[in-house]
């Protein structure tokens, strides 16, 4: 199992530009997270889902956007790209008991 | 409302010396928690959880953690510390049935040689 995976590592966006931070697990887990990482903040969740078709807001939504069509995918859209954007991204799929995360996407808003 | 609350930034201590990373939760139920260790550029991996059962939890790399409910803590230890135990921890506690977690800010653990 590669467990969960992001795409891309690592992303430079100007001002206003669009983007979406892929993830994929292959666990089959039902449950998945988005992430934020600021310095000295800890992880914020940004959206969530608890199956495909089902997504649901967490404590810093605005600005970003969620789909979830299949178990394995869940893909974050980023509209209109803002310097307070800048952060690091992780995604994460839950089992009983605990959340795998992925390797984190790195981004740097302009 | 949940909440966690790691009160120190960083933790220093000694190779060999027994180290406490220090966890307050905040949640109306039973709550679930968890530690979870940070190396620099990379994912979060998980340590340990306290869901049901004993109050002393033994985790990963040696790293055990106690459930104190009266005073509603979770703290980390490790009897031994290593300097490849240097990294951020987060503590996190969730609740309810959709497996969201709340984080703490985290703790950068430094350990000396």
């Known amino acids: 199992n590669a467990g969960v995976t992001q795409t891309p590592k690592f992303r430079i966006l100007k001002i206003g530009q669009s983007m979406t931070l892929q993830c994929t697990q292959d666990?089959?887990?039902?449950?998945m997270y988005w992430y934020r990482q600021d310095p000295g903040m800890g992880l914020k969740l940004i959206y969530y889902s608890v199956g495909a078709g089902i997504t649901d807001k967490g404590e810093v939504p605005n600005g970003y956007n969620v789909s979830r069509s299949t178990t394995e995918d869940f893909p974050l859209r980023l509209e209109l790209a803002a310097p307070s954007q800048t952060s690091v991204y992780f995604c994460a799929s839950s089992y009983p008991g605990g959340q795998f995360f992925g390797p984190g996407t790195r981004l740097t808003v302009l | 409302a949940q909440s966690v609350a790691q009160p120190e930034d960083q933790v220093n201590v000694a190779e060999g010396n027994p180290l406490t990373v220090k966890c307050t939760y905040s949640?109306?139920?039973?709550?679930?928690l968890f530690w979870y260790v940070q190396y620099p550029n990379r994912g979060l991996q998980f340590l340990l959880k306290?869901?049901?059962?004993?109050?002393l939890v033994k985790g990963s790399y040696g790293f055990e953690a106690e459930f104190n409910k009266s005073q509603t803590s979770f703290h980390l230890k490790k009897p031994s510390a290593l300097v490849s135990d240097s990294a951020l921890y987060f503590c996190?506690?969730?609740?309810?049935?959709?497996?969201?977690?709340?984080f703490g800010q985290g703790t950068t653990l430094q350990v000396k040689p």
């Open positions: 306290y869901i049901t059962g004993d109050n």
């Open positions: 949640v109306s139920g039973n709550p679930y």
């Open positions: 996190a506690v969730g609740s309810g049935n959709t497996g969201k977690l709340i």
């Open positions: 666990m089959n887990h039902n449950y």
